[in-house]
Nanobody, 114 residues
Framework: QVQLVESGGGLVQAGGSLRLSCVASGNKFRIDAMGWYRQAPGKQRELVATISRTGTTNYADSMKGRVTISRDDAKNTVYLQMGSLKPEDTGVYYC????????WGQGTQVTVSS
């Protein structure tokens, strides 16, 4: 069974940086799309960034220029490098991969203090 494990979240001051990682295991086929989503308290889950199997990326307008998504297929891993973090970036960040259907991780908490 496919399992996703996110890591790299934590507490950071405004203006700081974090790198999130998501490692997939148990997949029998190569991962198609990979992405990161976040959910702030009281808000809907929203797109942060996605990356296709060919490397095409898409970013939320609110985070363009501050985040970079990348993938390492040999390691079944997707990364999210975040910089210039703002308090409004606080939330639970979820990894999602697609292999014929979507699989979600449990999420990792990111807290940005002012």
């Amino acid at each position: 069974q496919v399992q996703l494990v996110e890591s790299g979240g934590g507490l950071v001051q405004a203006g700081g940086s974090l790198r999130l990682s998501c490692v997939a295991s148990g997949n029998k086929f190569r991962i198609d799309a990979m992405g990161w989503y976040r959910q702030a308290p009281g808000k809907q889950r929203e797109l942060v960034a996605t990356i296709s199997r060919t490397g095409t990326t898409n970013y939320a307008d609110s985070m363009k220029g501050r985040v970079t998504i990348s993938r390492d297929d040999a390691k079944n891993t997707v990364y999210l490098q975040m910089g210039s973090l703002k308090p409004e970036d606080t939330g639970v960040y979820y990894c999602k991969i697609t292999i014929y259907r979507d699989y979600w991780g449990q999420g990792t908490q990111v807290t940005v203090s002012s």
